[in-house]
């Protein structure tokens, strides 16, 4: 008892110089089951504005090349020029369409059932990167209203679709990296679809925004069909408070706080709010996170390279508080070893891993606080510290992120997933209390009706643990673990250092935290240090420490005078005669004229209801070759079945389901087994020190 006491006394000390860091928050916004539907993801509008660069006229070249090449290859090789040749056939007749040089422009012109072509070509948003960017919104508590957003749509947003109704934004080349739209860390937002129905995002590579890639909120219906976000800052690819969503054949790279996020979801009973499928999450400090990540589908996905592959979360300052019915099922979880704290590490990460918790960097999956979850028929191996860990949240209040009726299992896990695959648990140094191995399945003990289909040789935490699935069962009263589950979480929380303003190490409470202490990765990303690097690089027009080119104000159209290379590595033709230029878009025959800028008339200062608030996250860098995504065709049918037993997986990744897996398996029966902890006594001790966890870092949406 008196070591349980002094332990207690030491944490409140250490937690009470907690401090918390905020940045932009999403404006207050209800979550709503909404009626949809998810927009038919080969919908073809009857309008369409078309955008180019000059570059993105099709040459005879080309067209030789390609020919050249359907003549002598085969298998895949013959399958990309096939898709070239269609991209150019196309192309060729639509630039005589075009009507505009920039994305925004052509939204501005759209309205409803309109589908915006972009040519092949990379799109640097000059005029929106121009807008001026304010530092705080017009809300009371600081965020953006969405009256605000309409009033100053590039203040926040390189390419902003607002209220606007079946907006398609595709790219027309032969794989998304033909069209690349470059925020050039210059703009929060890469795409922002707010209040939106029957939006579409197709077939395009989105990078390097300060905070998201591609974000849809407050909206109703929207697809993501093979569109790459990459080392934009915080999340990749994006979807918040939204109903209805699909995203298909996507890649997300280089996040510092996520890849994919779908955050704030409704829980939609008898269907799915959201489906992620065929998806490639790698090289992010959270592959997927969905704090309030309800009723959501992840399929069929390569998870991997990521510090945690998969992350679901109960947050109270979320809308449709806790997590729960989600379904995980036929992904591959593998690889999850990306150290985001090393000091070569390109993607620093953001969010609560850099300033509440030290992730356990080689986590196939977690959920933290959630309720009524399957995840089933994955395979989930090389992962160095947790196959899939659940655990309740003591942190969250006033409402408590309680851990019930997940069932884990069956799945493949270790050398038991097939060739090439090797178990997890390989890396975790001993410390304290908590024995060196990590663990296949970790439960911290909390809950109700949690349970695990376990095949032999997978190792478990706590052992015995309850299964196999179903099985009613009753865990811990509350959030609070065992002691010695305690002591690893309280060791692992990350408290400021003293004298070294926004630096964290971990707390070691109880003894280090066994998966790291300091933080040592660099401020920036790889991508961010691109410019000033000597080298032109993709989105570049120059680069500080590079020798100029041959370009000057004369040849670039802007007159005379002298040119010069901007911080973001632009062009700057302040000193030029003529810095506005020679007008943008070829304007052919029938073009629209060009929307100017909506005036920048102060916003109303709106003061909104104290409801529930979203939160978002970072990136990661590094030379990127995206690879080529292949549409297929996808179910239609998104309704959920009856619950039915989940069927054993196999040793080899299955086709696309047809969306048959029921979320939440209610197992509210008598209690017939017991997992409690008999530590309460030392747990009721620490529970003065757990309030003080609530000082902590929160999400950023802008």
Known sequence: MRLSLHFAHSTTLVLACATVVFAHAERPIQSPMRPGPVPAIERVNPNRLVVCKPESKPTQAQLADIQARLETATGEELAQAQRELRAWQRNDGLFAECCFSHIQDAVNAAGDDTDILMMPGVYLEEPSRAAPTSARGDNNDGTYSYEYHVQHPND???????????????????????????????????????????????????????????????????????????????????????????????????????????????????????????????????????????????????????????????????????????????????????????????????????????????????????????????????????????????AEAPLEARINRNMIGPNLIGTAAGEGAGPNSFNFAPGGFYAPGGSDYYWDGTGNDNCFTVNAGEKIDPDPIPGPCPMPNMGIDGTYPGLEKLALLISCVLVPIPEEPDEYRTADTAYPCPWGQTNDAPYESAAERECGNGALDLGEQCDPEAELTADTCESLGRGSGGLSCDEHCQWNFTACSNPTGPSPTPQNPGCPAIAQPTPTATATNTDLASTPTATPQPTDTATLTPATATATALPTNTSLPAATEPAAPTATPSSVPSATATPGFGLSGGCSTSTSDGGNASVLLLAGAFPLLLLRRRRSVR
Request: hydrophobic share 35%; glycine share 12%; proline share 3%.
């Open 156 to 394: 926040a947003s390189l390419i902003a679709v607002l209220g606007k109704n079946n907006i398609t934004i595709e790219g027309t080349g032969a794989s998304p990296s033909d069209v690349v739209i470059d925020a050039g860390f210059v703009k929060d937002v890469g795409i922002r679809c707010d209040r939106c129905l029957g939006f579409i995002a197709r077939n395009f590579w989105e990078k390097d925004a300060n905070e998201h890639g591609v974000y849809t909120v407050d909206s109703d219906g929207y697809v993501y069909d093979r569109v790459i976000g990459s080392y934009n800052k915080e999340y990749e690819l994006f979807a918040f408070a939204s109903d209805n969503g699909l995203m298909v054949d996507c890649e997300a790279i280089g996040g510092g706080d996520s890849g994919f996020y779908l955050g704030g979801t409704p829980e939609t009973p008898g269907r799915y709010s959201h489906q992620l499928i065929r998806a490639k999450m790698h090289h992010n400090a959270l592959g997927f996170s969905g704090t309030q990540g309800n009723s959501v589908l992840i399929a069929d996905s390569d998870i991997y390279d990521n510090a945690i592959g998969i992350s679901f979360d109960s947050e109270n300052d979320h809308p449709n508080f806790p997590q729960r019915k989600s379904v995980i099922e036929n992904n591959d979880i593998h690889d999850n070893n990306f150290d985001v704290y090393a000091a070569d590490s390109d993607v620093p990460v953001r969010g609560p891993g850099y300033s509440f918790f030290r992730y356990p960097v080689g986590t196939g999956m977690w959920v933290i606080g959630g309720e009524d979850n399957v995840v089933r028929n994955n395979r989930i191996y090389n992962n160095g510290r947790f196959g899939v860990l659940i655990s309740a949240n003591a």
